[in-house]
């Protein structure tokens, strides 16, 4: 990828150098491990594309090295969460700058496994959770996809996103409504289908 199209300027200084210290390395890859899995779930549920992963990641894990004597030890969860938050708005804006192909023409082509009526039922339902997911307001989906799928408690995405819990409940309510609304829109668009075969 080109510096010209990256979605903002990149930290040059490779991330070993970051570490600086046994001790700093030590508490980089503890919190890499620790959050790694449900950063690149939440990212991903945020509508960054499957290539564009790693390379957000890497951007996220780079921003807690350069801050990590500003982050008390609790707050790490809620500093990554917030900066994944960030990151996946920015990679998003690049994605659309670019005019890619959806994600939905790649699942298709996603590592092929021997049950293909398995697979093709996941597939089925990914397209259709990313689909409603990419529908809902950035506010909506972040709060619908730290409690409903991520299983964070209200009170860690309040503090996580630096809203009150009475937003946090007041945008997984409207989340929940459009979540609903659009999934009884695609079952009823995939009924029409069939008939009309």
Known sequence: MHDDVLPRAKETRPVAALAESPTREARIRRMVEAHVEPLWRFMR???????????????????????????????????????????????????????????????????????????????RARTMLDEVLESMPMDLRAVFTLYELEELKMNEIAELLGVPAGTVASRLRRAREHFEAQVARLQARMKGERRGR
């Open 45 to 123: 549920r945020l509508g960054v594309a499957p290539r564009d992963l790693d390379d957000a990641m890497q951007e996220v894990i780079v921003v807690a090295a350069l801050r990590l004597e500003s982050i008390p030890g609790p707050a790490e969860k809620a500093f990554l969460f917030g900066t994944a938050l960030r990151v996946a708005s920015e990679w998003r804006r690049f994605r659309v700058r670019r005019r890619e192909v959806g994600d939905g023409a790649l699942a298709e082509q996603e590592d092929p496994v021997p049950d293909a009526d398995a697979l093709l039922d996941q597939a």
